[in-house]
């Protein structure tokens, strides 16, 4: 089983509150989070951290100079009582093809939807995603996305700090293990409640967040 997961794009740490979440990552790694840009209209912002290759991580959270969106804010952040590692996205080399091809042994990734962010130098950047909503396994298995013409967040100089490992938990891990399947990756399992969690190589050593 691989420590880190095939196709891996990003993990999403989800927060209520950004800026106190950046704060204490920067102090138990040792790294900074770089600002990533805000999700207009969505009431969310975040900051990333290059994770090594084409990988990175985000920590989203509420952006309070924006107005109150119209829905709920992304990965629930309205609800957190504290920072979670909610979920992961995988980059495959075609979305749609990993989709039809999930679709055809048995597992619905969820509709493909256009999604963007303005980052601090004013560019948008412009993507595709799917939703995997709830569900068994709910956050455990990744959803889907596709950058198209946009630079990768990864290759936009952010900091750095390699990862070392991404594992979870689930009640039934064989229930999560067949649509990681059809999807083309797979997830270090255990048995136990549902939980997402990795491990970095900081400055200041190893360090586990989830």
Do not use: C, K
């Amino acid at each position: 089983m691989n420590a880190i997961p095939p196709l891996l794009d990003h993990l999403v740490l989800a927060t209520p509150d950004l800026g106190a979440t950046v704060a204490e990552f920067a102090r138990r790694t040792g790294i900074v989070p770089a600002p990533g840009g805000v999700h207009l209209a969505l009431g969310t912002r975040n900051q990333l951290v290059g994770l090594g290759g084409r990988s990175y991580l985000e920590i989203i959270g509420p952006d309070p100079e924006q107005p109150a969106p119209t829905g709920p804010r992304p990965f629930g952040v309205d609800r957190l009582a504290a920072p979670a590692v909610l979920t992961w996205a995988i980059s495959p080399p075609d979305l749609d093809a990993a989709v039809a091809g999930a679709r055809a042994v048995g597992h619905d990734p969820g509709p493909v939807r256009p999604m963007s962010r303005r980052t601090p130098d004013g560019a948008v950047l412009r993507w595709r995603l799917t939703d995997t909503g709830p569900g068994e396994g709910a956050g455990l298995v990744p959803f889907l996305i596709d950058w198209g013409d946009s630079p990768h967040p990864a290759a936009s100089g952010l900091p750095v700090t390699p990862l070392l490992a991404v594992s979870a938990s689930a009640p039934d891990p064989e229930r999560v293990r067949g649509p990681l399947a059809a999807l083309g990756t797979s997830l270090a399992l255990a048995t136990g409640p549902v939980a997402l969690s990795f491990t970095l190589d900081t400055p200041n050593g190893p360090v586990s967040f989830g």
